[in-house]
């Protein structure tokens, strides 16, 4: 329970540190959730796949959640974009 609340608040701050670094987002709410599911996906996807990153401890978690926020914001902007837009 303990390490699901950390990724939720590195989730949290990494989403809304990616949403100012991508610029131009779906919104504060909708980049603050994307975030925290891009942490939990990359804090769960990261050691199945075995990627390993240089970091240890809390720098570690931060650098792999900011790396799921990013690549998540990513592809639904791209999503977004792509869709074809109704008049």
């Known amino acids: 329970m303990g390490t699901a609340l950390v990724w939720i608040a590195i989730g949290f701050f990494t989403g809304w540190f990616a949403s100012r670094f991508l610029a131009g987002g779906s919104g504060v709410i909708a980049d603050l959730i994307l975030g925290v599911v891009g942490a939990i996906a990359a804090g769960f996807l990261?050691?199945?796949?075995?990627?390993?990153?240089?970091?240890?401890?809390?720098?570690?978690?931060?650098?792999?959640?900011?790396?799921?926020?990013?690549?998540?914001?990513?592809?639904?902007?791209?999503?977004?974009?792509?869709?074809?837009?109704?008049?």
Not at 53 to 67: D, E, R, Y
Not at 68 to 84: D, F, N
Request: net charge positive; hydrophobic share 55%; charged share 10%.
């Open 46 to 87: 990261f050691p199945a796949l075995h990627v390993r990153v240089p970091f240890h401890g809390i720098a570690s978690s931060v650098f792999v959640a900011l790396i799921g926020s990013v690549l998540l914001l990513l592809c639904a902007r791209l999503l977004r974009r792509s869709s074809p837009r109704l008049p």
